[in-house]
T-cell receptor, first 115, second 115 residues
């Protein structure tokens, strides 16, 4: 089975532009997570979904970030307007519902650079 | 809120030797899960090993094993017979078993393998 698929792998854009990151979870996984990794803050959760519903978005700056999951096989994370401090690696992860010991499977990440 | 601490920013070990990476965590919960993830230079996040808090037996996966001390809130990772491919950042992570599925990560330990 294919793993979590993220696109693009790299994104370079200018400050103020809209950025859209995409994620396709593993088929059958009900949980989808967006994490951000920076040198200063490490890995931190931005938002996660269960069965397409937002469960926790307390880590997401809501003035410029938005996350959606229109169907079970696709999610987007949008940043508008983007700022240099948004430069980071953004990971999407998914896991199945049921036993809580099931690990989260991560995509390869999107490296975002805001100039 | 739960916190995860990795006090060793960097570690190095001779190839074929054994190394132990430290992790401590803080929680008021009694039921939870702990994970070690590996992030090689390719930036993938790869699950190494997991431990359920209710299990007293330490988890093992081939050359990887943990020393789980629940009372001390300690969760160290031992890598035996270190190989060049083990070189990576290693992250300890916590997940509650009480509704919130998010992972809380430590700051990571960079492991270097000396040939």
């Amino acid at each position: 089975d294919a793993g979590v698929i993220q696109s693009p792998r790299h994104e370079v854009t200018e400050m103020g532009q809209e950025v859209t990151l995409r994620c396709k979870p593993i088929s059958g996984h009900d949980y989808l997570f967006w994490y951000r990794q920076t040198m200063m803050q490490g890995l931190e959760l931005l938002v996660y979904f269960n069965n397409k519903a937002v469960m926790d978005d307390s880590g997401m700056p809501k003035d410029r970030f938005s996350a959606k999951m229109p169907n079970a096989s696709f999610s987007t994370l949008k940043i508008q307007p983007s700022e240099p401090r948004d430069s980071a690696v953004y990971f999407c992860a998914s896991s199945p519902e049921g036993l809580s010991n099931q690990p989260q499977h991560f995509g390869d990440g999107t490296r975002l650079s805001i100039l | 809120a739960q916190t995860v601490t990795q006090s060793q920013p960097e570690m190095s070990v001779q190839e074929a030797e054994t190394v132990t990476l430290s992790c401590t965590y803080d929680t008021s919960e009694s039921d939870y899960y702990l994970f070690w993830y590996k992030q090689p230079p390719s930036r993938q996040m790869i699950l190494v090993i997991r431990q359920e808090a209710y299990k007293q037996q330490n988890a093992t996966e081939n050359r990887f094993s943990v020393n789980f001390q629940k009372a001390a809130k300690s969760f160290s990772l031992k890598i035996s017979d270190s190989q060049l491919g083990d070189a990576a950042m290693y992250f300890c992570a916590y997940r509650s078993n009480f509704g919130n599925e998010k992972l809380t990560f430590g700051t990571g330990t960079r492991l270097t393998i000396i040939p």
